[in-house]
């Protein structure tokens, strides 16, 4: 008989240190938020009567007509553009279907800096134009790109993607056979289409749009640079300008205002995806083949907005920066490990919590866990201007109180642990990005299913080997897009950054934004071009998961 | 890790008194049956009746409230002791398969045999590849593989280390009835060959009867009884039994004797006593086969609805008493619904309960 005393277990309670940790994580990340929250109840009558006499219609005005016209901008690229590539056969529909996502790559500043240095004054149209007429300033009107009207043309050029993968998706989704019922029951293919087809994907359209408006609300480089006062910009100036911290937390608390009330409207729009979806397969779709003259101008309308959002920037951009662009070599070595290498210890971080808090979630079947879990990824929906200030206060004070904690005790005087360090930057960072790599860990943790863990027990494995030979294996490749995700999105980030990098510790995102705003646009061009190369990794991987799951959703249909 | 030698065979497996449940919710309550050498088993019930929590206790995958699980007489759970459930040379097969998805045919089924030689273990996968009928696919990858293939090899998987016994959570769930069909003679024959114990969990009573060789029937976390498929059909021990196994109808009645009742249809007689007293209502199970169509009785119905089974007619009849009942009538017997048919009791048995 086999010796079963060491391999039995007792059956009390053990302590529990990942449900431990997922609090303890959870609690960590929510400070910045509790912090913002906290600093707007603080606040007296008297700074909000100020605000509200001199600048808070303004934010409130520019931030409206900007959600307003990037969400109609997007909305009138993204939907047919999805349509016509899902529905519909023309030339060049493969090749479009996956390259308008390209603009996703480029973030809303690089885009604005780009487009201010083809289209200001001294620029190569204006220069052309003059050259051309012989006109002289003032002589002739240009459209003036440093504008509320130029701030919503960029972002919509760069965020009409997140319509256009929602919408596509939704499109894919629709059977066939709904849309051959319809027209069995008198429609005629164009009303079937506002009747049918575009109802069906409304859930998917309006989280397309939240996602854009959101980014949105959170962009600064854009609208800074344009000049539009917005409440990310307000929040920036009132608390550098001015050194005010109640006073920014209560225009970020307003911020915080329209983000939640863009979640809501996205949490509704998604539980009416699960009422839409039914459970039926696919059917091998027909597509409206689209041949001549239609089929070119379809082409060409789907290529419009890769052409401006993607391929005149990024030549320009490459152009700048391989023949006109004055940065020294050595410099631009430092500034692109310091933003590769910081990327890099961000999105270990944010993929090590991510495993942590999913291995959580998978073996405990416990309240307090899962909403851990889902307050750990509420930091996305958070602009990084609300997380910067949401960081740096509550650091500060950490490190005043232990400065003085020092000098009592022993006189020595020490300087900033926390704030002004990278570990401020880091906090932020993974507060911002927790939510995309815990959504890329989880989904692979899912398709582990919990069966399989009990497979290996019952031929004989240790919970040990259970996760050295099946989850590690099983896993690799979505911690890997989890890790790529994160590196991108810290590499384009701005506003936390620039609040929070040390003194001189300058990064590619950082350094184009200086260097721009000394309209030394051209000299920008190659750590702009740097991080929109980058940050094609995974708009590539996106596109080639979303052909994958097409033919996946083919073969299955065969079977 | 303590390595897994082939095992002797499972003499008998007996549970006590078993009480599982999550905080202090008992989801299984008491439950307590024996399992032999060489047989089946089957617990048979409706959804969340606590089944596959029970067969879950057994692989060691639940801890015990109260009660013990012992193998051959040692205690593999008890409430002070779980062995943990690679020590327990128990194998399961899953509902959901649960195979490896990054890992050959050959490596899954060899995934338990990690302690044996490489050339034993080669022997054994490509025995048991020829056994389910899928030689030459050892290095095909599972999403290859259809439903019911994927099934063989999550068998072949789960029986390749020879555990002492088979768990299996509703094996054939996923599967087309036709597959089923065919499934389970085969599994049952593979099971024969390895001379291994099995118990299968499943709400389907006709894969229960073509599986097991005793099943047990369980509701709301209760065995209610333990027996052959022969005694669970036609000597029910409860109400649920009576009701969930096959079809049937309660009808009432009042004992009128040591071995008779009076009902809608006449005095019945059986062939043995019952045991209630004179004058008990009760509720006496009537199966389809039991009542015949018969033109000469004096007992008539109007039938609702009715069935076409090609050898025979399966038709609703509602008696004076507004009752429903089945009635079985070969299918020379066309008749119309809302027309009346005669009605005769045939039964040899009598199963009824305190009502």
């Known amino acids: 008989m086999v010796d079963l005393t060491h391999s039995s277990s007792a059956n009390k309670p053990k302590f529990n240190w990942l449900k431990v940790a997922a609090i303890f994580i959870a609690a960590t990340l929510s400070l910045p938020i509790l912090v913002v929250l906290v600093n707007v109840l603080m606040g007296d009558g008297d700074v909000w009567r100020h605000l509200y006499q001199t600048v808070l219609a303004d934010y409130i005005q520019n931030s409206l007509l900007l959600m307003l016209g990037v969400g109609i901008g997007a909305f009138f690229i993204g939907v047919p553009c999805a349509w016509l590539t899902s529905m519909c056969d023309f030339p060049g529909r493969k090749l479009l279907s996956w390259a308008l996502l390209l603009p996703m790559a480029m973030p809303a500043y690089i885009i604005a800096y780009t487009y201010t240095g083809i289209l200001d004054f001294a620029g190569p149209v204006q220069t052309f134009i003059r050259d051309l007429t012989g006109w002289s300033y003032g002589e002739y009107w240009f459209f003036e790109v440093r504008s509320l009207g130029g701030a919503i043309v960029m972002l919509t050029l760069v965020l009409y993607p997140y319509v256009y993968l929602m919408s596509r998706a939704a499109f894919l989704e629709q059977s066939e056979n709904t849309l051959e019922v319809s027209r069995t029951l008198g429609y005629s293919g164009r009303s079937a289409f506002f009747k049918l087809a575009l109802p069906l994907a409304r859930p998917a359209i309006v989280t397309g749009l939240t996602l854009v408006l959101m980014e949105t609300l959170a962009d600064y480089g854009t609208v800074q640079y344009f000049g539009v006062n917005t409440f990310t910009t307000g929040i920036l100036r009132t608390f550098y300008g001015f050194g005010d911290v109640v006073a920014a937390s209560q225009l970020a608390g307003i911020l915080l205002l329209f983000v939640t009330v863009l979640i809501l409207l996205e949490r509704y729009s998604r539980h009416r995806i699960r009422y839409h979806a039914s459970g039926l397969k696919k059917a091998s779709s027909r597509r409206i083949n689209l041949t001549g003259s239609r089929g070119v101008l379809t082409c060409a309308f789907c290529l419009f907005p890769i052409f401006f959002g993607f391929i005149i920037p990024v030549s320009v951009l490459a152009y700048w920066a391989a023949f006109k662009a004055e940065l020294p070599d050595a410099r631009f070595a430092q500034l692109a490990w310091n933003s590769l290498y910081l990327a890099g210890v961000a999105a270990m971080i944010a993929v090590i919590l991510a495993l942590v808090l999913s291995y959580a979630i998978r073996l405990n079947r416990d309240r307090s866990v899962s909403a851990s879990v889902g307050i750990a990824g509420l930091g996305y929906a958070l602009p990084g201007t609300i997380i910067a200030i949401g960081t740096i206060v509550p650091l500060a004070w950490l490190d005043h109180r232990i400065i003085d904690l020092v000098k009592y005790y022993s006189g020595e005087k020490v300087g900033l642990i926390f704030s002004g360090t990278l570990v401020a930057l880091l906090f932020a960072y993974t507060v911002r990005f927790m939510a995309v790599s815990l959504g890329a860990v989880q989904n692979g943790l899912g398709k582990i299913k919990p069966s399989m863990d009990m497979a290996g027990r019952s031929l004989g494995m240790s919970p040990l080997k259970v996760l050295t030979r099946i989850h590690i294996p099983l896993l690799k490749g979505s911690v890997l897009t989890a890790l790529l995700i994160v590196f991108v999105d810290v590499l384009k980030e701005l506003p936390a950054t620039l609040v929070l990098r040390p003194f001189n510790f300058n990064t590619l995102a950082v350094r184009a934004y200086e260097l721009a705003a000394d309209e030394r646009l051209i000299d920008a061009a190659p750590a702009s071009l740097m991080i929109v190369l980058v940050g094609l990794a995974p708009v590539i991987l996106l596109s080639r998961s979303i052909s994958s799951r097409v033919e996946h959703s083919k073969v299955e249909s065969a079977e | ?355």
């Open chain 2, 1 to 355: 890790m303590t390595p897994l030698p082939p095992h002797e065979t499972l003499k008998e497996m007996t549970l006590t008194k078993v009480t599982v449940g999550y905080d202090g919710n008992a989801i299984v309550k008491e439950a307590s049956f024996q399992l032999r050498e060489g047989q089946i088993g089957c617990l048979l019930g409706p959804s969340g009746c606590g089944k596959s929590t029970l067969l879950r206790a057994i692989a060691g995958f639940e801890s015990l409230m109260s009660g013990d699980i012992k193998v051959d007489g040692e205690v593999i759970s008890s409430t002070s002791h779980t062995v943990s459930p690679e020590h327990r040379y128990i194998g399961m097969v899953f509902q959901d398969i649960a195979l490896f998805p990054h890992l050959t045919i050959a490596q899954n089924i060899a995934f338990g045999l990690s302690t044996w030689t490489k050339e034993s273990a080669q022997e054994r996968v490509d025995h048991l590849l020829s056994l389910v009928g899928l030689s030459g696919f050892q290095s095909r990858y599972p999403h290859s593989l259809s439903g019911g293939q994927q099934q063989r090899v999550a068998l072949a998987r789960a029986i390749a280390p020879k555990p002492r016994l088979l768990l299996m959570d509703e094996p054939f769930s996923g599967l087309d009835a036709k597959l089923r069909e065919e499934l389970v003679p085969d599994i049952r024959k593979i099971l024969q060959h390895e001379k291994m114990s099995a118990l299968l969990v499943t709400h389907d009573q006709m894969e229960a009867f073509a599986m097991a060789d005793q099943v047990s029937v369980m509701d709301a976390g209760v065995i209610h009884q333990t027996g052959s498929p022969y005694q669970i059909y036609h000597e029910p021990e409860t109400h649920f039994v009576a009701g969930f196994i096959g079809h049937g109808d309660f009808l009432s009645a009042t004992v009128c004797g040591p071995d008779c009742v009076h009902s809608d249809l006449g005095t019945i007689r059986g062939d043995l006593d019952h045991g209630f007293a004179d004058n008990t209502e009760v509720d006496l199970l009537i199966r389809p086969d039991d009542i015949l169509h018969d033109d000469d009785s004096e007992f008539v119905g109007v039938i609702v609805s009715k069935l076409f089974r090609g050898s025979h007619f399966l038709y609703r009849v509602k008696l004076s008493s507004e009752k429903i009942v089945y009635c079985f009538a070969s299918s020379h017997h066309n008749h119309l619904v809302g027309q009346e048919i005669g009605l005769s009791v045939h039964l040899d048995h009598l199963v009824m309960f305190p009502r």
